[in-house]
């Protein structure tokens, strides 16, 4: 690995990149923050129903936990996008 000082021109060429990816990711991105969003607020709204207000900050622990088996599959996604615009542009 080369350890690279950074420059001007390379942050702004990572974050154009950046924008691209998150545009051409939106869609997924939306609909895989809204299953832990719902989840939430199923959580919290059970719990104020219940009177157990003091257990909304713990319950929010297992929450955040629950989302990580599924990250591997989100950092390779850039890899899944260069290789499809790869195939696509050598159709």
Known sequence: MQI?????????????EGWVMANATRGVSIAYAAI??????????????????PFVVAAAGPLCWSGRPFWPGSTASPGAMRR???????A
């Open 4 to 16: 690279v000082p950074p420059e001007f021109s390379s942050l702004r060429q990572a974050l154009a």
């Open 84 to 90: 499809a615009s790869d195939q696509d542009s050598a």
């Open 36 to 53: 832990f969003t719902l989840a939430g607020l199923v959580i919290v709204g059970s719990l104020l129903a219940l009177g157990l207000t």
